[in-house]
Each structure stands twice: as C-alpha cells, then as structure tokens.
C-alpha cells in the first residue's frame, strides 16, 4: 500500500471518530467504523436522597457518629472501675504438709497436713474512699460524653448550615446569570443592527461570564460542605442530602447574666473539672488512710496421720499487721496533694475560660444581630429596585452599559454581604448555645 492510500485510510478513520462524536445520539464508534458493535455499560445506581431538618441532622449523628462512640466507651469503662473499687480482697487458702526425717521417720510415718485460710482487711475507710472516687470518676466520664455532643453538636450544626450558606449564594448567582444572559442575548442582537458599540457587548458578556463562574463556584462549595456533614453523620457518598432547616432570621435576645450563671452552673466540661477535682480530693484521702496498715487474719487446722508421734490435731489463729517504720505512704500523700492543686488549678481556668467565651459569644451575636437587621432595614429592596430602574433606563438609552454594570455589582455585593451575615448571625446563634452548653429560645 503506497504512502498516499496509508493517509486516506487515516484520514478517513479520523474523521468517522469525529463524526461520531459529534452526533447527537452518540453512535458508537465501532459500529460506524464497520466493527461490532460494544455492548452498553450498565447505568450508574440513582442516588439515594435523604431528607433532614436541623434537628433530624443532629440525631442522626448522634447515633452515627463514630467519635461519639469512642467517647461513649469511656462511661462503660468507669462503670467497671466503679465495680472493681467495691469489691472486697479474695481470702488466701494454703495447703501443706510437714515431715520429720530424723530418728527414721518419713512422711508415712510422721507426716502432718495443715490447711490455713487468711483475709486482709482494710482498714482507716481505704475501701469506701477508693467507692467514692470510682464514683466521681464515673459521673465525670458521663460528663465528658456530654460534652463531646457539645463540641460535636457544633460541628454538625456548622456543617448544615454552610451547606444552606452555599445554596443561599449559587440561587442569587443563578439569578444574577439568568438576567445577564438576557441583556446578552438583547445587546447581541442591538450590536448587529449597530445600535450599541462591541466594547459594550463585551463588557456585557465579560460580567455575565464573572456570574457563571460564581455559580459554578457555588455549587462546589456546596458539594464540599455536604460531603462534610455526610462524613459526620456517616452516610455514603451516594446520598443526596435534602436539606428542610432554612437559613432564616429568627431574633433571639439573650439574658447575658442568666446565661453566664447557667454556663458556670450546668456546661459539661466545668462539671468534668468540678468531678476530677472531687475525684482527686478521694484519692488524697484514700493516700493518707494508706499510712495506716492493713490487718491479715488467719485460721487453720492441722491434723498427723495415723503413725505420727503424738497424732495431735491442732488449730491455729494469727494476726499479721505490717509494723509502718519506714513506709508511710508519704510519696503517694505527696502526689496525691499535687494532684489536688492541679485540679483545682484546672477548673478555675477552665471557669474563666467560659465566662469569656460566653461574653465573647454574647458580643458577637448582639453585633451579628444588628448588621442582619441593618439590611433587613430595606437595603435589600433599594440594591434591586436600583438595578431593576438602571436596567431599564438602559434599555431607553437613559443610562450607560458602566451604570448597569456597576448597578449590577453593587447590588450583587449587598445580597452576598447580607447572606454573609445572616449565616454569621446563626454561625453566633450556634456559638452562644455551645458556650452556654444549652439551646436559647428566641
């Protein structure tokens, strides 16, 4: 086959692939090219959608979500600390024999069996001081799940609500786009009758291509934010979340003093830090009771064979009380004492830490609060009655393609400013509850 037939068949193959390609209905190309042709993939499995409020989000985390459930082992873990402080020391039982060799004896002829059992008891209240802080222990790892729904909570809340944040900004972008399109498509045609110059066509075309990217902006950030909150919630990637909770604005004017005294009094990690300070001061009581010794009890009976010496039975009873001459436990009084300053340490820092985070809070909300109501105020309704008036002074020839475009900006900038601060308000709503460690009715 010459060269020149070599490139024809190329040729010619090239372009029945870009003829397939470019069909509407996608022929295979196999079967245009006289191959066979390929059997059809088997369709991708719809996506499952799963509808979910706010309150229903936060559930299912809470029965879904593994770091919960770490924490949760904790409770179970200090339930059996707690079972394990309570019980009493187990009982020693010996066994054994004794035998003479002398004066040709031997164990048949001499030997003795003696049984002893002994019990330590513990003295100076060791074993209702070990209860009391297993006790404390097991209060404070419940308060410790507490608050892991707490800070977990957040997230979650977070997570929704940024999702709503994305949907909120790709509708206005669409919105933006969709009007755009339209003053392209009527400048378009206004430019071929050469009513309007191509520098304001492409200015049109240049800001309508600004609000597509955004819109394809948008919809990945609200991708990325529903594959966070499904790895929460641990859902497939296969599920397409339904969200019903809106991001709205509902005012919520909080009691500041009530709400310090009910942080102080009720969130779950001071309680944490008040029950591992309770807890330490146990331990320093169970080290100082150490410094007095235990008692060991023993009973038993001894008994010689049938040829023994004098064939006696005998029992027996012993005390056994460790003489304390050098080990008072002195150490363990030492590291318990500074186990109890370090505790306290932590809670007072612990109770200064969320008395700033709830004034902190409080302050964020209240400012929040005002910008929201600030643009509630009519500022929305002025940046779109104002494009609405520009553009159809434009349309007139009463305004310039730079009065629409730069209506158009402003008012795109005061709705994603006011959508910025309606989700910060909530984000602060959220915050504020997290700091008090419950929900504020509105």
Do not use: W
Not at 55 to 67: K, M, P, S
């Amino acid at each position: 086959m010459s060269t020149f037939h070599q490139g024809s068949v190329v040729a010619a193959l090239l372009l029945v692939l870009l003829l397939c390609d470019g069909l509407p209905n996608r022929i295979p190309c196999a079967s245009a090219a006289g191959g066979e042709t390929p059997s059809k993939p088997a369709p991708a499995p719809a996506a499952q959608a799963l509808r979910l409020s706010l309150d229903e989000a936060v559930g299912l985390f809470l029965r879904n979500n593994l770091d919960l459930v770490i924490t949760k082992y904790g409770i179970d873990y200090a339930a059996g600390q707690r079972i394990t402080a309570a019980l009493f020391p187990n009982p020693v039982l010996a066994v054994g024999t004794i035998s003479s060799f002398t004066q040709g004896r031997t164990i048949s002829n001499s030997g003795q069996l003696f049984t002893q059992v002994q019990q330590l008891f513990e003295t100076a209240g060791k074993r209702g001081y070990r209860i009391e802080s297993a006790g404390f222990g097991a209060q404070s790892a419940e308060a410790a799940f507490e608050d892991a729904i707490r800070q977990l909570g957040l997230t979650v809340k977070d997570a929704y609500y940024r999702i709503q944040l994305a949907q909120r900004r790709l509708v206005l972008a669409e919105e933006n786009r969709d009007r755009f399109s339209r003053i392209l498509e009527v400048n378009t045609i206004r430019f071929k009758k050469g009513y309007i110059a191509e520098i304001d066509l492409i200015r049109i075309r240049l800001q309508f291509i600004d609000f597509q990217s955004q819109v394809i902006q948008f919809i990945q950030e609200a991708e990325t934010a529903r594959a966070d909150l499904r790895q929460l919630l641990r859902l497939s990637p296969a599920v397409h979340l339904e969200l019903t909770t809106e991001l709205d604005y509902k005012r919520v004017d909080p009691d500041i003093a009530r709400l310090r005294t009910v942080a102080l009094d009720a969130r779950p990690d001071v309680r944490v830090k008040r029950l591992v300070y309770s807890q330490r001061e146990a331990d320093l009581k169970l080290a100082k009771a150490y410094r007095i010794p235990d008692v060991t009890v023993g009973a038993g009976y001894a008994i010689q064979g049938p040829q023994g010496p004098d064939n006696p039975q005998q029992a027996a009873l012993n005390v056994g009380v460790p003489l304390p001459l050098f080990n008072r436990n002195q150490g363990g009084i030492m590291q318990a004492e500074v186990a109890v300053r370090t505790a306290e340490a932590d809670l007072n820092r612990t109770l200064n830490q969320v008395e700033n985070q709830v004034d902190i809070a409080y302050r964020n909300l209240i400012q929040s609060r005002r910008l929201v109501e600030a643009f509630l105020g009519g500022v929305l309704d002025d940046a779109r009655s104002t494009l609405t008036i520009v553009e159809r002074a434009y349309e007139r020839g009463g305004a310039t393609i730079l009065d629409l475009l730069d209506a158009a900006r402003t008012s795109r900038t005061i709705q994603q400013n006011f959508i910025e601060a309606l989700f910060s308000y909530q984000r602060n709503v959220i915050q504020l509850e997290s700091a008090v460690g419950q929900e504020i009715a509105s």
